[in-house]
DNA sequence: TATAATGTTAGACT
DNA sequence: AAGTCTAACATTAT
């Protein structure tokens, strides 16, 4: 479920709750995520992302890295409460972290060693054309696997691909290889533009994403081909379709949205 | 009952 | 051999 956008939306409010506090207990309730050492008395010093993980920087020098996966999300309290499907819950002298996690993908980790970061490490600061079109070398990948390849770009997700190949007018199946250095560039402002925009508007709640207290994102009301099969298309009212994609749903719009050849 | 869901990855295939 | 594709992970909702 959550993107770059969401991830980024939980580290700007969790940051100013958590520099600098110590992790009184960590409480697992699901065994999946059990093994990491109880980081219990150690201070965290900053919180950071990396595409989609988010990563709490400890005094010790350790780093704990959260990703939320599918249907992770995490909400701050200092007050009672109990939710369904909680995996995991922090504790601090401020209030409680709580994870919850109805598909229980979501990994928590104490990664001594992290592994490279992607050549465009985060499109929504820097994403040069040129250094895409040089990955996307003669390859046959769809673009918008290759936009969806976390090894390569990190932090976009299934809603924002769809978003940024109509934005920029692009066929979601055109080979990568085959885009011009023009449709790179567009490619390019539109993903900055767009996953900015959404960082902005808290991310998108379709159906079950939340913020950190519990609050609906608003880029949904800015969606317009993602979850839009049947509906016109906003640029020309062509009727916006589904295809399955590399195994995910892909929205677009066949008449603004560059055939692949 | 069958399908799909904001993600990743191991293994199969080409 | 490298590039690409598929199934699987676990659960809920339509």
């Known amino acids: 479920m959550p993107e770059l956008p969401e991830v980024e939306t939980l580290r700007r409010q969790l940051s100013p709750l ?7 207990g960590l409480e697992i309730l699901d065994e999946k995520l059990r093994g990491i050492r109880d980081p219990a008395g150690k201070t965290i010093l900053a919180l950071s992302r990396r595409g989609k993980s988010l990563e709490f920087h400890l005094d010790d020098g350790a780093t704990l890295v959260l990703h939320l996966r599918m249907s992770g999300r995490l909400r701050w309290l200092t007050g009672p409460g109990v939710f369904p499907h909680t995996r995991f819950r922090f504790s601090f002298d401020s209030g409680r972290l709580i994870g919850i996690d109805p598909r229980r993908f979501a990994t928590l980790g104490r990664l001594p060693e992290r592994p490279a970061p992607a050549p465009i490490a985060d499109p929504s600061q820097s994403i040069p054309a040129g250094k895409l079109m040089a990955i996307a070398g003669g390859r046959r990948l769809p673009v918008k696997s290759f936009l969806l390849d976390q090894r390569l770009v990190a932090g976009i997700g299934n809603i924002y691909a769809c978003e940024i190949l109509h934005a920029a007018g692009i066929h979601p199946g055109k080979p990568s290889g085959s885009l011009t250095k023009g449709e790179w560039i567009g490619i390019a402002t539109a993903t900055k533009a767009i996953l900015r925009d959404a960082v902005t ?25 993602y979850g839009k099969a049947g509906e016109a298309c906003p640029r020309c009212a062509a009727t916006v379709v589904r295809i399955r994609l590399g195994g995910r749903g892909t929205y677009f719009c066949p008449i603004c949205q560059t055939p692949p050849r």
């Open 18 to 24: 958590l520099a600098g506090e110590t992790i009184r």
């Open 201 to 225: 508007c808290r991310g998108t709640s379709i159906s079950d994403w939340r913020d950190l207290f519990g609050r609906p994102g608003v880029y949904q009301h800015r969606l317009t081909v």
